[in-house]
T-cell receptor, first 112, second 114 residues
Framework: KQEVTQIPAALSVPEGENLVLNCSFT??????LQWFRQDPGKGLTSLLL?????REQTSGRLNASLDKSSGRSTLYIAASQPGDSATYLC???????????FGAGTILRVKS | SQTIHQWPATLVQPVGSPLSLECTVE??????LYWYRQAAGRGLQLLFY??????ISSEVPQNLSASRPQDRQFILSSKKLLLSDSGFYLC?????????????FGPGTRLTVT
C-alpha cells in the first residue's frame, strides 16, 4: 500500500528565504507526482506535475524534483513571499489508474 | 478553459439526515471525476471515482454513495449522515486517460454534521 510522508509538518520562515519541502513515498511504481497548494478553507491548486520519466519541473519561483528510485521529491521555493503562505500537498499516482495518494501536507508561513 | 463547480459551499446537517453534494465540470468532455474527503487533521482520502456515465468505483466502504447521471455531473449522497461524515469534500476532474494524469480540484464543500 502506497504511503506518502511530508516533512516538515509545519514551517515558518522570514520573507525572502529560500526553502525546501520534502515528500517521500514507499512504492516507487508511480506514474507521476503532483504538488498542490491549498489556502485555508479552499480547494487545491495544482502547482507542478512531474511524470515518472522526468527529474524536475519548474514554474516561476517553484522547482520540483523527483528521484523515483529512492521515493523522494522536493519542492523548492525561491525568495519566499507572504503570499506563499499556505498548505503544500504532495500526491503520487500509481503506474496504472488515476488514484492519487496524498501526504498530510506542510503548513508554510512566510513572515513579512 | 475548463471550470469545476461545487455546491453548496457550506452545509450544516443533523445526524440522520440525507445528503446531496453536486459537482459539475465545464469545458471538457468525458472527464474522469473524483470525490475526496479531507477530515480535520487528516490528509485527503479518495472516496469515489468515475471514468464514465454510470461507472462508479468506491474506494472506502461507508454510508456514502456517488452517481454520475450526466457526463460532466458527479453527485455525492447519503441516506443518513453520521457525525463522522463531517469534513471538507472536494471534487476533482482529470482528462479522459486510463493512466495517471493531472487532476484539477473544485472549491470544496464544508459539511458539518451536528
Amino acid at each position: 500500500k502506497q504511503e506518502v510522508t511530508q516533512i516538515p509538518a509545519a514551517l515558518s520562515v522570514p520573507e525572502g528565504e529560500n526553502l525546501v519541502l520534502n515528500c517521500s513515498f514507499t512504492d516507487s511504481a508511480i506514474y507521476n507526482l503532483q504538488w498542490f497548494r491549498q489556502d485555508p478553507g479552499k480547494g487545491l491548486t495544482s502547482l507542478l506535475l512531474i511524470q515518472s520519466s522526468q527529474r524536475e519541473q519548474t514554474s516561476g519561483r517553484l522547482n520540483a524534483s523527483l528521484d523515483k528510485s529512492s521515493g523522494r521529491s522536493t519542492l523548492y521555493i525561491a525568495a519566499s513571499q507572504p503570499g506563499d503562505s499556505a498548505t503544500y500537498l504532495c500526491a503520487v499516482s500509481p503506474e496504472y489508474g488515476n488514484k492519487l495518494v496524498f501526504g498530510a501536507g506542510t503548513i508554510l508561513r512566510v513572515k513579512s | 478553459s475548463q471550470t469545476i463547480h461545487q455546491w453548496p459551499a457550506t452545509l450544516v446537517q443533523p445526524v440522520g439526515s440525507p445528503l446531496s453534494l453536486e459537482c459539475t465540470v465545464e469545458g471538457t468532455s468525458n472527464p474522469n471525476l473524483y470525490w475526496y474527503r479531507q477530515a480535520a487533521g487528516r490528509g485527503l482520502q479518495l472516496l469515489f471515482y468515475s471514468v464514465g456515465i454510470g461507472q462508479i468505483s468506491s474506494e472506502v466502504p461507508q454510508n456514502l454513495s456517488a452517481s454520475r447521471p450526466q457526463d460532466r455531473q458527479f453527485i455525492l449522497s447519503s441516506k443518513k449522515l453520521l457525525l463522522s461524515d463531517s469534513g471538507f469534500y472536494l471534487c476533482a476532474w482529470s482528462p479522459p486517460r486510463l493512466e495517471g494524469y493531472e487532476q484539477y480540484f473544485g472549491p470544496g464543500t464544508r459539511l458539518t454534521v451536528t
